[in-house]
């Protein structure tokens, strides 16, 4: 399995270094840990806004601290929760009287290590929320399992909450739209061949030549079947058609959609996807109002796609719309 390694134990520290030296004016990583947070950070008067996640989702999570978004990313190593001690300083560096917003993907590490971080701020006297993702559809809600996964969809929260931040909200202002926004967000994702992890000498899973995996996660697991490859268009529309009927949406909505790649596929594909959704989506009079197509939150080297629809009000739009500047979300 060919990569761009050193030593494939050090891959997370050597990335996040890169990272850090190309966006030297934007963000900073603390010493001794693998957190990345604003450059200027703590911002005072401002909600802080703390993710993040296991390293191999690239851009996600570090791709997006700076302003107008988070405050500080957590990088644990490839698909593993990070350390608590990494959380702590990312929560004692970039925390101010106004509390700090957790935005967490709903995988059982990730929620245990921000359980585990919210105790200790409770200690320390600083006032914390949590909003928990869990945008994939393909994963249905069952008792006694954590429930559906949080993928492409949080990075569209680490925009709405941390535009509304920028702007002074309080924290239970702040707390409240991610909520709202968390809600209205629905993905789902397909892979045309698996990924492999640093140092691995075999794939998450195998594929045919013609076989496709519908409903993956981003942590190189399987989907939840297995079809033949098919055209953009009957694969778009049968991932739209799930998305659609699980909010609903419905004629009339207008919608954000992002439509993400997962390592491995060309840009040209991702717009064709796009070109497909944004059709099916107005044979359903439904409006895009912002699109997105690139790669926001990847699964190494797998190739596949994520669609997200976010359906929006006018204070989502507002938000959206908000000014950022990160390493990889830039809108003036």
């Given at each position: 399995m060919k990569k761009i390694l050193n030593v494939p134990q050090n891959a997370v520290p050597e990335m996040l270094a890169g990272m850090v030296k190309a966006h030297s004016r934007l963000i900073t990583l603390l010493p001794g840990t693998q957190a990345v947070v604003r450059k200027d950070a703590p911002v005072k008067g401002k909600v802080?806004?703390?993710?993040?996640?296991?390293?191999?989702?690239?851009?996600?999570h570090a791709g997006y601290v700076g302003r107008g978004m988070l405050d500080a990313a957590l990088a644990g190593a490839v698909f593993a929760a990070p350390p608590l001690d990494d959380a702590l300083a990312a929560l004692k560096h970039c925390a101010t009287e106004q509390g700090?917003?957790?935005?967490?993907?709903?995988?059982?590490?990730?929620?245990l290590l921000f359980d585990m971080l919210s105790e200790e701020a409770e200690e320390m006297g600083i006032p914390t929320r949590s909003v928990v993702i869990a945008d994939d559809v393909a994963i249905a809600e069952r008792e006694g399992t954590p429930g559906r996964r949080g993928v492409a969809g949080t990075v569209l929260i680490h925009k709405i909450a941390g535009a509304r931040a920028d702007l002074g909200g309080s924290l239970e202002e702040v707390h409240q739209v991610a909520q709202k926004a968390a809600s209205w967000v629905r993905s789902m994702g397909v892979a045309l061949s698996p990924c492999t992890l640093p140092g691995s000498t075999q794939p998450s899973f195998t594929l045919d030549e013609d076989q496709i995996e519908i409903g993956i996660g981003i942590h190189g697991e399987a989907g939840v079947r297995r079809e033949k490859l098919q055209p953009a268009r009957e694969l778009t529309q049968k991932l739209l058609e799930k998305i659609l009927t699980d909010l609903p949406y419905q004629a009339g909505d207008e919608v954000a959609v992002l439509?993400?790649?997962?390592?491995?596929?060309?840009?040209m594909e991702l717009y064709i996807v796009f070109n497909e959704a944004e059709t099916f989506l107005r044979s359903k009079g439904i409006t895009i109002y912002k699109a997105l197509v690139g790669e926001y939150m990847t699964s190494l080297d797998m190739a596949g796609f994520s669609i997200t629809l976010l359906k929006l009000d006018a204070e989502l739009k507002e938000l959206l719309d908000h000014p950022c500047l990160t390493p990889c979300w830039v809108q003036s």
């Open positions: 802080a806004l703390i993710s993040g996640g296991g390293s191999g989702h690239e851009p996600a700090v917003l957790f935005i967490i993907k709903n995988y059982t590490g990730d929620r439509v993400n790649g997962m390592g491995s596929t060309p840009l």
